[in-house]
């Protein structure tokens, strides 16, 4: 599974958003420790705090199939621009990645760049401060 073909995938997840309210769409796609393959899309909602992100759609999925590593995550949203994750969702690849953990964020499958945690979320608060 390279980036590209997770970025395709993204994009396929990104035309089933449901945002009637931003008409911003979002597609992700999560590679897991066990090789298998999940994707999400944002869906909004009339309480706008209500919304799930992409990211943490896929996440969930995955999470609930027993899925609990993250090998690559990818996130397309705008085709124009690169659609960094948001801050929740962050903090929840946080808890699922590890330090070699790809986090791809591109506009088409030509156009990405990929992160890792450290890169994003420096200094995350983690389960292991709870160690403390
Ligand atoms: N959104 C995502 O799905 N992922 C992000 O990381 C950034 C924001 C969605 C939430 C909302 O439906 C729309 O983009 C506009 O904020």
């Given at each position: 599974m390279d980036c590209e073909e997770l970025i395709k995938m993204a994009l396929?997840?990104?035309?089933?958003?449901?945002?009637?309210y931003s008409k911003?769409?979002?597609?992700?796609?999560?590679?897991?420790?066990?090789?298998?393959?999940y994707?999400?899309?944002?869906?909004?909602?009339a309480s706008y705090g209500a919304t799930n992100c992409a990211e943490r759609t896929a996440i969930f999925k995955a999470v609930s199939e027993g899925e609990t590593?993250?090998?690559a995550i990818?996130?397309?949203?705008?085709p124009d621009d690169l659609t960094a994750p948001c801050g929740i969702c962050r903090q929840v690849i946080?808890?699922?990645a590890t330090?070699?953990?790809?986090?791809i964020i591109g506009k088409n499958e030509n156009e990405y760049?990929?992160?890792?945690?450290?890169?994003?979320l420096p200094a995350a608060f983690t389960k292991k401060d709870l160690q403390k």
């Amino acid at each position: 599974m390279d980036c590209e073909e997770l970025i395709k995938m993204a994009l396929s997840a990104r035309e089933k958003a449901y945002v009637p309210y931003s008409k911003f769409k979002v597609g992700a796609a999560i590679l897991t420790g066990n090789d298998k393959l999940y994707t999400g899309c944002n869906i909004e909602n009339a309480s706008y705090g209500a919304t799930n992100c992409a990211e943490r759609t896929a996440i969930f999925k995955a999470v609930s199939e027993g899925e609990t590593k993250i090998k690559a995550i990818a996130v397309v949203g705008s085709p124009d621009d690169l659609t960094a994750p948001c801050g929740i969702c962050r903090q929840v690849i946080s808890e699922f990645a590890t330090e070699d953990t790809k986090i791809i964020i591109g506009k088409n499958e030509n156009e990405y760049v990929v992160k890792t945690l450290e890169e994003i979320l420096p200094a995350a608060f983690t389960k292991k401060d709870l160690q403390k």
